[in-house]
């Protein structure tokens, strides 16, 4: 925390150009991030490899939009008793699903807790669609359809909201986000706050925001939602993962949603 | 099977030099790769050609072996001649083809 607020004093005293010096290893190029960075905050883009940035850019090597494809083509395939498709109700996604991308995850009053985007659309298709849900966040079809909706909102900042009913649930997810944990004694902010931009062995440490996914990593070679990265990050800190859409998850999935508040959704980004 | 996706300019004009993009979806299972569970090795599937041809010949083609990422993306460059169709093939292990024809308009 010491460096992070070291941080916002050295940004704010110096001119935009200059706050990726925020403590940071990438400090030596002084250059200013333009949309990839709100304030102190940085995406994940920034501290990608130009090789890796060049494909994310790419409108058509970007592998992710593949997923996108088949989330388009899903938005309108009629499934389950119902009869029905997403179109049915929402019509076209550009309008209807405009902004919903920077908004997720939500506290749902029916469940009285927090739900996440891949819930709340296998939600739609078990009671209004009548038909079955996806089975997983990673399988193709889930992982198409919620980028597909993400995308839709690209561009536009993060915007999550923390009032009212979901207070108690952002603090579980600050607690989560900060409380050590595994072998190793770790907490998220371990890397993502004190160290980001330094070197963990080989790899370049980002802040952990999470405004581009589900994000294609070429380590995985295809894209992932951002509870499948949480389980990666805490089985490296050999501590026992939480399950894909647990309401841990969730939690974490707002407070860190709320930390990269500002920054554009990137839906569907490439990382390493 | 896969899904390709590929991208010209709407129009070029006669002899002029255009980028071709192309994207298509596969596993590119290298045949390295072990089962966890049950330890057999996983067979190789790959895209091992691609071939695009543009005025009745092939002007473009490659062969491709393992240690090519998932999702291979390939871009070329083509002098434009005619319009008519560009056809793009791609041949996986075992002998599956993905093809896909796109129109090219030389103005």
Redesign the interface.
Known sequence: MKKLNLGIIVASALAIGLSAFAGTAMAGKKKGWGKYQVEDRRSGYTYATKETQA?QD????N?A??WL??GEALWSKKDGKAGKSCASCHGAAADSMKSVGTSWPKYSKKLGKMQSLEQRINQCRTENMKAKPFKKFDSKEMLGTVIYVRNQSAGLPMNVSIDGPVIPFFEKGKKFFYQRRGQLDMSCAHCHEDNAGNKIRANLLSEGQSNGFPTYR?KW??PGSIHRRFKGCNKQVRAKPFKVGSDEYNNLELFVAWRGRGLPVETPAVRN | MAKARVKVPKSVKAGEVFLVKTLISHKMETGQRKDKKTGKKIPRKIINKFSCSYGGKEVFGSDIHPAVAANPYIAFHVKASESGPMSFKWTEDGGKVTEKTVTIKVS
């Open positions: 494909i790419n409108d058509l090597g592998p939009l593949l494809d088949e070429l070679q295809k």
